[in-house]
């Protein structure tokens, strides 16, 4: 049974940092990527990474900031934000394959 379980979201003041770790079981998948959804907003592609080559790709507005990565096991993979900004406030939701959700967890940016 496939899980994507997230974790590390938070309150952060802006120019802030925080790390999100998702943890994956009942496959090693072919790409894993970070979404994120904003109230009134439709759910857009933060980051993702393939499990072979390990190749990236970043939205525009995270680009320098934002950084994907996974573990040697290819079992978690982490997204690191840094320099945050109000306009990051979203749930970012974990997403394995193009296909798999996480429950999502919540990254709010506010002074």
């Known amino acids: 049974q496939v899980q994507l379980v997230e974790s590390g979201g938070g309150l952060v003041q802006p120019g802030g940092s925080l790390r999100l770790s998702c943890a994956a079981s009942?496959?090693?998948?072919?790409?894993m990527g970070w979404y994120r959804q904003a109230p009134g907003k439709q759910r857009e592609l933060v980051a993702s990474?393939?499990?072979?080559?390990?190749?990236?790709n970043y939205a525009d507005s995270v680009k320098g900031r934002f950084t994907i990565s996974r573990d040697p096991a290819k079992t978690t993979v982490y997204l690191r934000m840094n320099i945050l900004k109000p306009e990051d406030t979203a749930v970012y939701y974990c997403n394995a394959n193009q296909y798999y959700w996480g429950q999502g967890t919540q990254v709010t940016v506010s002074s």
């Open positions: 009942g496959t090693i998948f072919r790409i």
């Open positions: 990474i393939t499990t072979i080559g390990g190749s990236t």
